[in-house]
């Protein structure tokens, strides 16, 4: 098992476990992930499970073609996106999570960014919104990895950290009670982001920024890839595809809809 597998696997399973399950249920906190040195860093919980807000609707007014939602949470911004005639469509790894949020009409898969999703290459926008640039602790890996689900030219909407931090830390999912001995929940990768570091990463990878504003004291980026990448990539896509053609026919079976995996 790799290590990248096993962090998915454990990540899962933290996102899982009763403290976030039950306030995704309740729809309040308190909620943290709290670092191995016991650090806390607070969860808004309640504005998650509340209707998408003017900060929301300020990076929801910017997306382009479909959205894929990558940590979506209790849903709150598929459900917008769906109610404004939008295609999205959210994935996370809490079940709990993946069940609100088609309790609000949207749609939504239980399954990590890592997994293969449906749709990868076809995507026109990727959200990464509270905080989750952070999934993984690796934000170039990340990035890299949104790059491979979204269409040419597509964008990525993040929201950082309202300070300059570049963070890499180990976390766990934490109500802020003291646990019974044996039952705190597993850490996980995470990283926190401001804008200036995220900007570095991602220039760093071949993405630039289009687009930077504030709302509600939240910061958001708005992402695209640089045209050089883009045209070396492109022309690597397509000598791939000449060879594979010259192999075998194409097969219409595999033109899919963006909602099919």
């Given amino acids: 098992m790799t290590t990248e597998t096993t962090d998915t696997a454990t990540e899962t399973t933290a ?57 979506c949470g209790p849903g709150r911004l598929v459900a917008a996106l769906a109610a404004r005639g939008r295609r999205a469509l959210g994935v996370d790894v809490s079940e709990a999570a993946v069940e609100h949020t088609l309790r609000l009409g949207g749609t939504a898969l239980r399954r990590s960014v890592f997994d293969p999703l449906p749709g990868e290459g076809r995507w026109g926008t990727v959200l990464l919104m509270d905080g989750n640039i952070g999934i993984g602790g690796d934000p170039a890996g990340l990035l890299r990895r949104v790059g491979g689900l979204l269409t040419h030219g597509g964008l990525i909407i993040a929201e950082t950290a309202p300070l300059d931090i570049d963070e890499r830390v180990r976390v766990r999912v934490d109500d802020g009670r003291r646990p019974p001995p044996g039952a705190a929940g597993s850490h996980f990768p995470w990283a926190r982001l401001g804008t200036p570091a995220l900007l570095r990463h991602a220039r760093a990878v071949g993405w630039l920024p289009v687009d930077q504003w504030e709302a ?46």
């Fill in 15 to 71: 996102w899982s476990t009763d403290p976030y399950t039950a306030a995704l249920r309740t729809g309040r906190g308190p909620l943290f992930l709290r670092r191995t040195d016991g650090w806390l860093l607070p969860l808004d919980i309640e504005r998650w499970c509340a209707r998408a807000d003017a900060a929301d609707l300020s990076a929801l007014r910017r997306c382009e073609g479909a959205v894929l939602d990558i940590g």
């Fill in 216 to 261: 509600a004291g939240r910061p958001f980026v708005a992402l695209r890839r640089s045209t050089a990448r883009v045209t070396r990539q492109s022309a690597e896509h397509a000598n791939s595809a000449a060879v594979i053609s010259s192999q075998r026919a194409r097969n219409p079976s595999d033109d899919r809809s963006a909602y099919r995996s």
